[in-house]
């Protein structure tokens, strides 16, 4: 469980309690209950269990991949997977590779449906770029139309391992990985995908410094 969960549900269920009191009718509590229940439920965090074999690409999210294309970028050409989350998806967001954090940078924006393709550029979001394993990926937390707020709990030049948590976005929302355009994916459009758990690509060629797995 997030934090948050027990901040929202805990305070609810104190609303609810004394609302039951102050009207002396239990049903005035019937509506912060249920609230309370969604809140716990939705900032649930269950165990993943992370594939260590070297070269993996695992998802940074639970949710629907709705995009792979490949996309050109100022470091060359790369490939870009796109994953909507919705209402109802995990919102904890994990490391795409093990790594040290070369770049995190968070940009203010627009709050657009995550479906919405203009969304990866004109949203609220946080871009962080993993070097290790012997290439980079970089994976965008993407405010959606309901999210109002992104969390990430590391800076640059911290380590991070594979399918770590490092930070969620609050309600609907959308993450972004681009991988080295050499990967091979592993998904296709319209499948489902868990956070920390789903393999996204392989990397089977030769690492930037070289060395074979």
Known sequence: MVRDGYIYGLSLLVVAVLLAWATGNWAWGIAPVLLA???????RDPRRNIPSDPGLIV???DGLV???VPISTPEGPRQRISIFLNVFNVHVNRSPIGGVLSRVQYQKGEYLNAMNPASAD?????AVTVKGEGFEVTF????GLL?????????EGDRVERGQRVGLIKFGSRVD???PAEAVLKVTVGEKVKGGESVLATMT?????????
């Open 205 to 213: 060629a030769k690492t930037q410094d070289g060395a074979a797995w």
């Open 147 to 155: 999210a109002r707020r992104i969390v990430f709990n590391f800076a």
């Open 122 to 126: 004109r949203n609220e979001q946080n």
């Open 177 to 179: 990985v681009v991988v």
């Open 140 to 143: 965008k937390q993407i405010a």
């Open 59 to 61: 998802s940074p999210g």
């Open 66 to 68: 709705t995009e792979t």
């Open 37 to 43: 229940a969604f809140f716990l439920w939705f900032f």
